[in-house]
């Protein structure tokens, strides 16, 4: 093992904790205020939330759009890792100044961001799963993607079950369906829904709605990058450490 990849172990190492951690006294009571603030939100908001979300996640797992990418081949993980990292700034950036944009234009345009920031962070993903190597045509792997997403926007307790299945990927793949159509994309909404509504409503308030836009879109695209960089670097691990072993 390399200097680096002993590095990039200890990070996997902490986030690989983080992930498995009980759900602490705060992160209740955040929960329990996000359900209490979800009831005073007007029903229509709740519905062109959870419509961007399902239609998302429908072009995910059907659409041609995503797929086009092929996997890179032939690099180290540093390389790996250095390309990964320049695309998440670049979607950092982009999400930042279109945050920027919709929360100046008030209500309307504030809705209009919840499907742009989505379309963002799934092709961020497809990208990121091509630079590290794997094949997006194939639907397992893009079952992982919505998995890492799960991992960065889920309650700890959705979180703590989704990484297993991250964790144990090659066992878990082959245990799921071959019918595409039996993925458990309702759960997978409404996790998301839950735990981004809280940042993302304040950009609807008047006068204040830009500044949140630029700063939580920016903090939700980095949060998603780095789940992906370590979600993808722990497979590409455990794959060398299994050809070696062998």
Known sequence: MTPYEQAVKTELTRWQQAMQKPPSTF?????????????????????????????????????AE??????????????????????????????????????????????????ILLALKMKMLFEIASLYGFPVNDYRERVYILYVFQLAFSS?????????????????????????????????????RDYIDLAKMAQLIPGIGAVVGVVVN?????????????????RLLAEDNALRIE
């Open 27 to 63: 992160g209740r009571l955040s929960t329990a205020v996000q359900r209490r603030i979800n009831r005073i939100i007007p029903q229509k908001v709740h519905a062109v939330v959870t419509a961007t979300i399902k239609q998302m996640t429908r072009a995910v797992l059907f659409g």
């Open 156 to 192: 700890q307790e959705r979180r703590q079950e989704v990484y297993q299945y991250v964790a144990n990927w090659p066992e878990h793949s082959r245990q799921l369906p071959d019918d595409i159509h039996k993925f458990d994309w309702l759960t997978f909404q409404q996790e998301y």
């Open 66 to 115: 995503f797929l086009s990418r092929q996997p890179v081949e032939g690099k180290t993980l540093i390389q790996r890792d250095a390309d990964v990292a320049r695309r998440i700034e670049f979607y950092k950036k982009t999400s930042a100044a279109e945050g920027g944009v919709t929360g100046a234009g008030g209500f309307l345009m504030s809705l209009a961001d919840f499907p």
């Open 218 to 234: 920016y903090r939700l695209i980095n949060q998603l990058g780095r789940t992906a960089m370590n979600a993808y670097r722990m």
